[in-house]
């Protein structure tokens, strides 16, 4: 079980797609709490606390209307991880008992999570703050302001990592994918595929 963390546009992405090259699964954190925000329970948390300025019209969640405030506001981020990470955590969980072989935990905020426990390495990949801003307008299109409140939000998501005895891997992502692609190979190698 391998558990792969950083920043926005770090190239958590690009080594995902590799590692599916290798044969691992990924288990997209993201998606999993993008999926549980349509739970009417989470919803109605949501609601209670942010007020419906965060839903559209057909009662969905507008997530930019939700990122907009909780990047603003450190306060606001830690109350909507509160409520959204216990069961995204637990739907990992269950995704986890259903799948064997290489699986790969895709999570930018593991640490705040807990995630690293189930993982027996983490790879957290780095890369300059001005790449990141540049893939961040390529890929997203995002505004300059909104981007670094994203990035001001995940501020020492890696230093936090090996609370739970988890070997973590720095992997810095500044040299081409070759260059990545070969440092997660040697990571492979030194754990052994068979234990991750």
Do not use: W
């Amino acid at each position: 079980m391998l558990g792969l963390t950083g920043k926005y546009c770090s190239g958590k992405n690009a080594i995902v797609s590799f590692l599916q090259t290798l044969g691992f699964t990924e288990i997209d954190v993201d998606k999993v709490g993008h999926q549980l925000l349509g739970d009417g329970r989470i919803k109605e948390k949501l609601r209670q606390h942010f007020g419906g300025e965060i839903f559209t019209g057909e009662g969905l969640i507008d997530r930019r209307a939700l990122g907009q405030r909780v990047f603003r506001d450190v306060r606001e981020l830690r109350v909507l991880e509160s409520i959204i990470h216990p069961p995204m955590v637990r739907q990992v969980e269950l995704t986890l008992e259903k799948l064997s072989g290489s699986v790969v935990i895709n999570a930018a905020v593991m640490s705040r999570m807990g995630l690293e426990r189930v993982c027996h390495a983490v790879v957290c990949v780095r890369a300059p703050l001005l790449q990141r801003v540049k893939r961040a307008r390529r890929r997203d299109g995002s505004k300059l302001i909104r981007i670094l409140r994203r990035m001001r939000a995940q501020r020492g998501i890696c230093s936090k990592l090996n609370a739970n005895g988890v070997d973590i891997y720095y992997v810095d992502n500044d040299r081409g994918l070759d260059h990545l692609h070969a440092r997660i190979l040697k990571i492979l190698r030194e754990k052994g595929q068979e234990t991750i």
